[in-house]
């Protein structure tokens, strides 16, 4: 079985009212077409690489093309997991969470996006939430890192929400405009005094050596 070799397949991340895993070819293809419907207002770019601002047919084919990209460049101390995220059986967005040297680093990063028409329900808080779970009490992570520019208030919101401090600024160049980002960092500790509901996490054990965690049970 595809599983046999490419455990990531069987992941699992389940909230109250959210399922989190990859998705198969026809879903990530649902994926692209909820991308090709919008994920945020045209006036404003919360992204570093604006792949927005591609037309909806381009904008849905570089979804198809990043999870495929991120799945063929995978190797145990340079990862990027894109989970798509279901509410009721239905694709609602995708939560990458990504590392470097994560066995000796012990840490990760975080991105999201969600369909228009399914913000302001709260999802994006669950959805990461789930993936801090993964991380912290999965993995065995020490810190999860995330940032929003100025002009992103529902991210800052999420992440206030979820226990995560200032950690410096830094400069983008934005559609031609200079952009301030703001970094944040969770610590383990501070992770385990803002924990958001309740995550339960299935089919790991055997993805732990393509997280660069070989035969260790991740505590």
Not at 28 to 42: F, K, S, T, Y
Not at 98 to 120: E, K, N
Request: charged residues 20%; contains cysteine.
């Amino acid at each position: 079985m595809l599983t046999d070799h490419w455990p990531l397949l069987g992941l699992r991340l389940n909230t109250s009212r959210l399922e989190l895993r990859l998705p198969s070819e026809e879903e990530l293809g649902q994926l692209a077409d909820l991308a090709a419907e919008g994920v945020h207002e045209p006036d404003r770019m919360p992204f570093i690489v604006p792949w927005t601002d591609l037309p909806p047919a381009e904008r849905a084919r570089s979804v198809v093309q990043h999870h495929w990209l991120r799945r063929g460049n995978w190797v145990p101390d340079n990862w990027a997991l894109n989970l798509a995220v279901f509410k009721d059986g239905r694709l609602v967005g995708l939560q990458e969470i990504t590392a470097r040297d994560f066995a000796v680093l012990r840490q990760v990063s975080t991105a999201s996006w969600l369909g228009v028409r399914h913000q302001g329900q709260g999802i994006g808080t669950e959805m990461r939430a789930a993936v801090l779970h993964l991380a912290f009490a999965g993995l065995g992570a020490l810190e999860a890192l995330s940032g929003a520019f100025e002009d992103n208030p529902t991210s800052f919101a999420v992440s206030k929400k979820l226990g995560y401090e200032h950690d410096g600024v830094q400069q983008y160049n934005i559609r031609g405009l200079r952009a301030t980002m703001r970094r944040l960092r969770l610590p383990r500790a501070r992770w385990e005094t803002h924990q958001h509901g309740s995550t339960m996490v299935t089919g790991l054990e055997p993805c732990l050596p393509l997280f660069g965690l070989p035969g260790e049970a991740a505590r």
